[in-house]
T-cell receptor, first 109, second 114 residues
């Protein structure tokens, strides 16, 4: 049973647009909510992460919004660029992570 | 810069073979992980090692075993490979600290079992 549910499975966005990926988790004991970015042929790499005591975190064009009561969090990619085309995974947990199924983002020039 | 390396990028094995996947990290990390990545399922944890000779089952350990004799090396073993173990295998490591749970991933080994 997947503890972290991620949607959509894929999305296409125009250059300069906003990409939004959503995740929902089950376990209220989870303490750490990262997003990983994976390019073809590479392993995932940490993009941005948030702890449950914060409702939003921004790093450059990437923002995590976190809703503890709803057990949901999302990744917003502002001003999407072709170089952002990748697969994005949300995760939740602590020293062990449960990952979502992944979202393939395609940014059209 | 953290580096996690995996012994093979691509591997083709026959059903019933014993398969070893090797992972090495160069940052003296205590924790190491093995995941498998399948389309539509994301990353699923197979085994976790929190230190040398210490291991813990993940969510899908059936058909796999692991070995951690040295801190920098974590091996995944398929005792008798089956076609349903065809997958991408990812190794990761992290340093045991209260400040971050960040995991660093290797490039993956794509295993095909025929």
């Amino acid at each position: 049973q997947q503890q972290v549910k991620q949607s959509p499975q894929s999305l296409i966005v125009q250059k300069g647009g906003i990409s939004i990926i959503n995740c929902a988790y089950e376990n209220t004991a989870f303490d750490y909510f990262p997003w990983y970015q994976q390019f073809p042929g590479k392993g995932p790499a940490l993009l941005i992460a948030i702890r449950p005591d914060v409702s939003e975190k921004k790093e450059g064009r990437f923002t995590i919004s976190f809703n503890k009561s709803a057990k949901q969090f999302s990744l917003h990619i502002m001003d999407s660029q072709p170089g952002d085309s990748a697969t994005y995974f949300c995760a939740a947990g602590d020293y062990k992570l449960s990952f979502g199924a992944g979202t393939t983002v395609t940014v059209r020039a | 810069d953290v580096k996690v390396t995996q012994s093979s990028r691509y591997l083709v094995k026959r059903t019933g073979e014993k398969v070893f996947l090797e992972c090495v990290q160069d940052m003296d990390h205590e924790n190491m992980f093995w995941y498998r990545q399948d389309p539509g399922l994301g990353l699923r944890l197979i085994y976790f090692s929190y230190d040398v000779k210490m291991k813990e089952k993940g969510d899908i350990p059936e058909g796999y075993s692991v070995s951690r004799e040295k801190k920098e090396r974590f091996s995944l073993i398929l005792e008798s490979a089956s076609t349903n173990q065809t997958s991408m295998y990812l190794c990761a490591s992290r340093i045991r600290t209260a400040k971050t749970y960040e995991q660093y991933f290797g490039p993956g080994t794509r295993l095909t079992v025929t």
